[in-house]
């Protein structure tokens, strides 16, 4: 069983704001950077003046946490239980992986393996700001294998 580790996972932090600036109080609520309130404002984000909302824009994500892959052959005599893949996939806008790359392989197959994985998932594709599916790269993925 192949896990990807969601406390090791990248963030996405895609349509997450964070303002920052200085004043002599907050409002909270929603807030604009040239607003005088000094009472919090309903409603939401999309009502408030402000930068453009990026939309439902979004990166390759994983369909789902796990993946069901092989303990590798090679590392069935090591004397360990876990080890971690770090890999990047491109995948079209139908959610295949048209190329896999390995950025950290710790060896003894496991590299191999989550890359033979990796190209069997189906992805949820990026999506431009109005929805649509593209090609793109994902961003790094963290496959943990653990024996079973």
Not at 21 to 33: D, I, K, L, P, Q
Not at 60 to 73: D, E, I, M, N, T
Not at 87 to 116: I, M, N
Request: contains cysteine; hydrophobic residues 40%.
């Amino acid at each position: 069983m192949v896990a990807v580790d969601a406390a090791e996972a990248p963030l996405d932090f895609t349509g997450f704001d964070i303002v920052s600036g200085s004043a002599e109080r907050y409002a909270g609520g929603v807030t604009a950077s040239n607003g005088r309130s000094t009472k919090a404002v309903p409603g939401s984000a999309a009502e408030a003046p402000g930068p453009a909302s990026p939309g439902r824009a979004r990166s390759v994500q994983l369909p789902a946490r796990s993946w069901s892959c092989p303990w590798p052959r090679e590392a069935d005599a090591l004397r360990i239980d876990e080890q971690t893949v770090v890999l990047r996939v491109v995948v079209t806008p139908e959610g295949r992986v048209t190329t896999a790359e390995l950025l950290s392989d710790p060896g003894h197959g496991f590299g191999q393996a989550a890359l033979a994985c990796a190209r069997e998932v189906r992805f949820d594709a990026a999506l431009d700001a109005e929805g649509r599916p593209y090609l793109a790269t994902s961003p790094p993925i963290r496959v943990r294998f653990t024996r079973g």
